[in-house]
Structure formats: structure tokens, C-alpha cells
T-cell receptor
Framework: KAGVTQTPRYLIKTRGQQVTLSCSPI?????VSWYQQTPGQGLQFLFE?????QRNKGNFPGRFSGRQFSNSRSEMNVSTLELGDSALYLCASSLGWGQGPSYEQYFGPGTRLTVT | GQQLNQSPQSMFIQEGEDVSMNCTSS?????WLWYKQDPGEGPVLLIA?????ELTSNGRLTAQFGITRKDSFLNISASIPSDVGIYFCAGRGSGGYQKVTFGTGTKLQVIP
């Protein structure tokens, strides 16, 4: 079974631009979560989607948005990029949403975003 | 953002030694998860715990869900060079709306 895939793996953007990152979950998984990882802040939760609905949101500005499609694939968008948005963006998928083993999250390799 | 306190932050050990790390939170969690991350990769789930007091093993790894539900421990026995990496704990509170909170990570380096 294929794992979580994220595209692109690496991206360089200029301050003020916008970017869209893509995540394909493990086949059969319906929940997708996004995280930002930086050396200073560690792993920070961005948002979580299940059945095309945002179920949870972290403490990030409105420039960060996401969506989930009917095939469970998800995208996240960052508008008006700032230097501080440089990070590894990780996507994780799980079977379901809620508690217990169905919620075990499996991570993709991440997209390394560099903002110059 | 909220984070769990994980210790130690880093450790150097000799190959063959046992390793212990722990995670503490000010909040009660219903789920504790332990991940390992290699450079340039996403975290890989090692062990998941769902009940207070639960002790679960995965090969040379053993993790425990603390009785108070505010802490968890991970032990690695007889370390080998491929154990090198960053280990993260993660916790989730009760209710479907609770997000997963990650620890600050423990960087493990094994000296052959």
C-alpha cells in the first residue's frame, strides 16, 4: 500500500507570493492533517480535514488555508508569503477522525518551503 | 502554540546502551503517540497508547502511558546506530475536536 505522498518536495518562493501544497493520503484514509515544522517552534498543527470538512484548526493567521476533496486528497495554500513561513510542511493521514486506532496518523515526507 | 515538555532534549549514548526519554503535559491526554523522524523525512509512528497505565512494546522499544494521563515514557533497549534520529511524543485530549499536540523532540545520537 502506498504511503502518504506530498508534492512538491521542495519549493522556493519569493516574499509576497502565494503557494499551494498537495497531499495524497494513504488509500482508504479519510482524514488529513497539516503541520508546520521549524527548528524554533517544532511541529505546529495547522488544520485537520475529514470528509471534506475542516474539523480542527491551529493558531495560524488567515493566510493559511486548506481544503479537502471528495477523494480525500488535500491542499493547503499560503498567501502573501513571509520569510517566517519557511518550513517543512507535513501532511498526515488517518483512517478516521476521533479517538482510538483509527486516528493513528501516518506522515508524508513533507514539502520543504523556502521563502526568500 | 502549545507543546509538550519532552526530555532530554538530546543525548549521546554508546551502541548497546539502553535509552529512556519522557514527555509531560499540563493537560490530561487520552492518547499518547511516539514518533521517530529521520533527517529530511516525515515522522514515523512507533507506538500508540490508549489507556492509562498501558505498557506497549514494538521490538526493542517500549512505551508507557502514565497513570496520571499527563505523561508518557519511551525506552529503547540495546541501542544500535540506526536508532539515531529525533523522537517525538504526541498527545491528544478527549473528544473528537481535540488536536494532536507534539513534544519538543529528543535528538538521539548513538556512538558505535
Amino acid at each position: 500500500k502506498a504511503g502518504v505522498t506530498q508534492t512538491p518536495r521542495y519549493l522556493i518562493k519569493t516574499r509576497g507570493q502565494q503557494v499551494t501544497l498537495s497531499c495524497s493520503p494513504i488509500s482508504g484514509h479519510r482524514s488529513v492533517s497539516w503541520y508546520q515544522q521549524t527548528p524554533g517552534q517544532g511541529l505546529q498543527f495547522l488544520f485537520e480535514y475529514f470528509s471534506e470538512t475542516q474539523r480542527n484548526k491551529g493558531n495560524f493567521p488567515g493566510r493559511f488555508s486548506g481544503r479537502q476533496f471528495s477523494n480525500s486528497r488535500s491542499e493547503m495554500n499560503v498567501s502573501t508569503l513571509e520569510l517566517g513561513d519557511s518550513a517543512l510542511y507535513l501532511c498526515a493521514s488517518s483512517l478516521g477522525w476521533g479517538q482510538g486506532p483509527s486516528y493513528e496518523q501516518y506522515f508524508g515526507p513533507g514539502t520543504r518551503l523556502t521563502v526568500t | 502554540g502549545q507543546q509538550l515538555n519532552q526530555s532530554p532534549q538530546s543525548m549521546f549514548i554508546q551502541e548497546g546502551e539502553d535509552v529512556s526519554m519522557n514527555c509531560t503535559s499540563s493537560s490530561i491526554f487520552n492518547t499518547w503517540l511516539w514518533y521517530k523522524q529521520d533527517p529530511g523525512e516525515g515522522p514515523v509512528l512507533l507506538i500508540a497508547l490508549y489507556k492509562a497505565g498501558e505498557l506497549t512494546s514494538n521490538g526493542r522499544l517500549t512505551a508507557q502511558f502514565g497513570i496520571t494521563r499527563k505523561d508518557s515514557f519511551l525506552n529503547i533497549s540495546a541501542s544500535i546506530p540506526s536508532d539515531v534520529g529525533i523522537y517525538f511524543c504526541a498527545g491528544r485530549g478527549s473528544g473528537g475536536y481535540q488536536k494532536v499536540t507534539f513534544g519538543t523532540g529528543t535528538k538521539l545520537q548513538v556512538i558505535p
